[in-house]
């Protein structure tokens, strides 16, 4: 939908704004979309806390278990392949 002559268009510092404030939530993403995020060279505007939260999610869900102990990323051995 195109805003109309009434609406502003969103700029791109106020879509940072918002993408700033919204929080990481690994649990609304599939596990493949988590994967994808942990297993970058760069985890974008993750910080090293949400990386760790995907890691966690996924561990939980119990996928890329064998991947993700090839990388060193299960620190506690909680999630035992």
């Not at 890691?55 to 990388?71: C, D, V």
């Amino acid at each position: 939908m195109v805003p109309g002559p009434d609406l502003p268009r969103i700029t791109t510092r106020t879509r940072e704004k918002i993408l700033q404030t919204t929080r990481f939530n690994p649990s609304e993403l599939c596990s493949r979309k988590l994967w994808q995020i942990v297993n970058s060279e760069q985890a974008g505007p993750l910080d090293s806390a949400d990386l760790q939260r995907a890691i966690s999610e996924l561990a939980a869900r119990r996928h890329y278990l064998t991947e993700l102990a090839e990388m060193g990323k299960l620190g506690d051995s909680s999630h035992q392949l």
